[in-house]
């Protein structure tokens, strides 16, 4: 397990230790693990350099450094985390932050009501757990959130917002 917090008595949270923390996470994964990832800070977002966001822009994690060594973009946990999960692996992130819904890049979006839970309770058994999808859960009611939670059998800390990866 690796901690990182800015409280001068674990490693601080610097974009070098968090992208390490990242590299280290899905180094040694293997088909059939399951890995968690917290995030507590800062979310914010960035022009789009690349041209693949439709809103123009990517979402980004602070470093306690940001200042001087910059936001994490979205593209760039992305090519460094979920690309290399091995098929069969799966990743529950926590992202306590602004702008967390798609700080993964992840190809799907769920946005959790009752109409939306209801209609992929009844595709799939699980609104968190497939194995093959990914989804963001995010920018909705918390309300939302935990009557969808709720409704597919779940406790959800009232502050957070989940995401599932799971590789192909």
């Known amino acids: 397990m690796r901690v990182l917090v ?3 008595a674990h490693p601080a949270p610097t974009r070098a230790a968090m992208v390490e923390a990242l590299e280290w996470l899905a180094t040694d994964a293997r088909n059939g693990d399951s890995l968690f990832l917290h995030f507590s800070g800062h979310g914010g977002r960035i022009r789009d ?4 966001e439709e809103d123009g822009y990517d ?3 602070y470093p306690s450094d940001f200042k001087t060594a910059g936001q994490l973009r979205d593209d760039f946990i992305y090519r460094k985390l979920v690309l290399k999960l091995p098929k069969g692996c799966q990743l529950l992130s926590i992202m306590d932050c602004c702008h967390s819904g798609t700080v993964l890049d992840l ?3 769920f946005a959790a009501s009752e109409v939306n839970c209801m209609k992929k309770l009844e595709k799939q058994k699980s609104v968190f757990m497939n194995k093959k999808e990914s989804h963001d859960v995010s920018r909705c009611r918390m ?3 935990q009557q969808a939670c ?3 059998g779940l406790a959800v800390l009232a502050m957070t917002v989940k995401s ?5």
């Open 6 to 8: 800015d409280d001068g």
């Open 59 to 61: 979402e980004t994690l």
């Open 164 to 168: 599932v990866v799971s590789r192909k």
């Open 143 to 145: 309300q939302s959130l």
């Open 107 to 109: 190809p799907f979006e």
């Open 150 to 152: 709720a409704m597919a």
């Open 49 to 52: 350099d690349d041209g693949d």
